[in-house]
């Protein structure tokens, strides 16, 4: 019952760009925001353990392909929203990366005053919806961005975006039931990196194919290699376009792997050093580098200049967010209530 919708049926005002279209522009768009994706990744590590921000810190190293074949298939007015894993988000979606860092630093530069850090960031003006540390809450909430948009007549899509943990929530199950019953528009996409914290899909279900999980609703669901910017793409281009054209939500399940731990306190000695070693030769920036170079698109060294390039992007943000002030102390009230009833806080 698995699917995979055709182009020919695609309907709606946001037509992504087929599988023929995948030409150098798309691959080095790919690259490049999978360079970003790592190198800011990379530094937020660096950073956090040298205790330059606090709280949790959970990286996106080795996801890194969802992200940019989503990019480069999504409707420029759709939604997103995600767990805490979530820097890579507004990177790829254009927020700039001095005020991703800055938020991560709690300053007041950031995207949400410094008041959203690493596990809640959130971005609106490029809908961005977060960003959340409570496990499976987000998949209520993407449900209820979508039934908002159809409510108002809109024909965005919202990509709505869980791991593996959070599959065993009972809130997917009763979200799924109604996403289906008012056939919402939203993609639902697992990113099963095989871990929920440090314990393998194979010790907490006993149905290691999550897409399934779609099907007892008659939810039209798919695996898709979540190593790969390219079948990505394709996966939610193809999803989005049902959606879009009033069939009720999709889900994929995007089999993919994190090369770090769950989060920063994570040394990961659940795993063998010969399984993240065979995924690590999937490494998806590996493969987009390849394929440039392979099709002459760029050479070896105006990537490595590329590669300098976002790293010098990158030191530049750490440095606007060192600069940058912490938000003032009023700024604990503001934000929570609504001004107009408690005239004591000032805007």
């Known amino acids: 019952m698995s699917e995979t919708v055709s182009s020919k049926t695609r309907k709606g005002k946001q037509p992504a760009p087929q599988a023929g279209a995948f030409g150098k522009e798309v691959h080095l768009r790919w690259y490049k925001d999978m360079l970003l994706m790592r190198r800011f990744e990379e530094k937020a590590g660096q950073l956090y353990t040298q205790q330059k921000f ?3 810190c959970h990286l996106y190293i080795g996801q890194e392909a969802v992200m940019a074949g989503l990019a480069t298939a999504m409707g420029k007015d759709d939604r997103i929203i995600t767990a805490y894993r979530d820097h890579a988000h507004p990177l790829v979606l254009g927020t700039p990366v001095g005020q991703v860092m800055a ?9 949400s005053k410094g008041k959203g850090g690493s596990m809640h960031y959130f971005d609106k003006e490029r809908n961005f919806f977060g960003g959340h540390g409570i496990v499976g809450a987000q998949i209520a909430m993407g449900a209820g961005i979508a039934f908002a948009d159809k409510y108002r007549g809109g024909n ?18 009763e979200t799924f039931n109604m996403a289906m019953n008012w056939k919402l528009p939203v993609v639902f996409a697992i990113e099963n990196n095989d871990y929920a914290m440090g314990t393998s899909v194979e010790r907490t279900s006993n149905v290691h194919e999550l897409y399934k999980a779609g099907l007892s609703y ?5 695996p898709v290699n979540g190593m790969s910017c390219q079948e990505v793409h394709t996966a939610f281009a193809d ?11 999709f889900l994929l399940e995007l089999k993919t792997y994190r090369y770090r731990g769950h989060s920063m306190s994570d040394p990961g000695t659940y ?5 993240v070693e065979e995924y690590k030769q999937r490494d998806p920036l590996e493969v987009v580098r390849r394929e440039i170079i392979a099709r002459q698109w760029a050479t070896a060294g105006q990537l ?28 604990l009230y503001i934000d929570v209530y609504k001004q107009q009833d408690y005239p004591f806080i000032k805007e």
Do not use: W
């Open 156 to 173: 965005q899509v919202t990509y709505c975006f869980m791991g593996d943990g959070a599959m065993r929530q009972g809130i997917l199950h």
């Open 54 to 56: 606090g709280g949790f």
């Open 271 to 275: 795993r063998t050093k010969e399984e």
């Open 239 to 249: 999803a989005a376009a049902h959606v879009r054209a009033g069939n009720g939500p």
């Open 304 to 331: 490595e200049q590329m590669d300098k390039d976002v790293k010098a992007e990158v030191e530049a943000s750490v440095k606007f967010a060192e600069e940058s002030p912490y938000p003032a102390l009023e700024e």
């Open 218 to 222: 008659g939810m039209p669901s798919a």
């Open 103 to 111: 938020e991560l630093f709690g300053r007041s530069t950031g995207s």
